[in-house]
Each structure stands twice: as structure tokens, then as C-alpha cells.
């Protein structure tokens, strides 16, 4: 076998082994991080405020998936539903689920429980 025919064929397995791992990672992308606007259960916030601090900061980029059930602890994700508010963008964690699935939120920065309800 000549020195031109292994760079050929080593040459073949690079480029192979580069299209493998970018189908892998479109693949991943696909199934795990595609947004609602292309049928996935994956969004995307940017974190703007400190009531959140020190978890998440302004200009944290955070990921979230919509779930069947939340707990305490968990945080999450929600428009606010008051037009005076201007359908803020809130993200914050959960303090209590109450009876009835209802989620009462609090900033991980915040002394008081959020007036909204996801």
C-alpha cells in the first residue's frame, strides 16, 4: 500500500467520522432542544432582573421544558396572565403546590411570593 493511497483513506475516515458526528448532534438537537415553533417541547430565556440572583443572572441564557407536574424546588417558566403587567416573562421557582395544582412562585432574591399563578 503507498503513503498517497493511507492519506486517501484516512482523509475518507475523517470526513466520515465528521458527517457521523454532526448527524449525531443534529440528531441530539432534534429530539432534545428543538423549540415549540418546530413541534419540540424546548424553549429558550434569557434572564433580564435579579430575583433570581445568585441561580441565574441578566444574561443567563436558560432552558426549559414544559412537564406534566411540578414540585417544590423545581423552578420555572410562565407568562403572567395580568395585562397590566404587560404578559411579563417571569421565571422563578416553585414554593408550594397547593391542593388543587395551583404553583405559588417566589424569586430565589425575593422576600415575597410572587401575585401571579402559572
Same mark, same amino acid.
Given at each position: 500500500?503507498? /503513503?498517497?493511497? %493511507? @492519506?486517501? #483513506?484516512? =482523509?475518507?475516515?475523517?470526513?466520515?467520522?465528521?458527517?457521523?458526528?454532526?448527524? $449525531?448532534?443534529?440528531?441530539?438537537?432534534?429530539?432534545?432542544?428543538?423549540?415549540?415553533?418546530?413541534?419540540?417541547?424546548?424553549?429558550?430565556?434569557?434572564?433580564?432582573?435579579?430575583?433570581?440572583?445568585?441561580?441565574?443572572?441578566?444574561?443567563? /441564557?436558560?432552558? %426549559? @421544558?414544559? #412537564?406534566? =407536574?411540578?414540585?417544590?424546588?423545581?423552578?420555572?417558566?410562565?407568562?403572567?396572565? $395580568?395585562?397590566?403587567?404587560?404578559?411579563?416573562?417571569?421565571?422563578?421557582?416553585?414554593?408550594?403546590?397547593?391542593?388543587?395544582?395551583?404553583?405559588?412562585?417566589?424569586?430565589?432574591?425575593?422576600?415575597?411570593?410572587?401575585?401571579?399563578?402559572?
Amino acid at each position: 500500500m503507498t /503513503l498517497t493511497t %493511507v @492519506r486517501g #483513506r484516512l =482523509r475518507w475516515a475523517t470526513q466520515a467520522a465528521s458527517y457521523l458526528l454532526l448527524v $449525531a448532534l443534529l440528531l441530539g438537537w432534534w429530539t432534545y432542544l428543538r423549540p415549540p415553533s418546530l413541534g419540540g417541547s424546548t424553549s429558550f430565556v434569557m434572564v433580564a432582573g435579579e430575583s433570581m440572583e445568585p441561580t441565574y443572572h441578566t444574561g443567563d /441564557l436558560v432552558i %426549559v @421544558r414544559k #412537564r406534566d =407536574r411540578y414540585q417544590v424546588g423545581d423552578v420555572v417558566a410562565f407568562k403572567t396572565a $395580568a395585562k397590566s403587567d404587560g404578559n411579563l416573562l417571569v421565571i422563578h421557582r416553585v414554593v408550594d403546590v397547593l391542593p388543587d395544582g395551583r404553583l405559588r412562585l417566589q424569586g430565589d432574591n425575593n422576600d415575597f411570593v410572587d401575585p401571579w399563578e402559572p
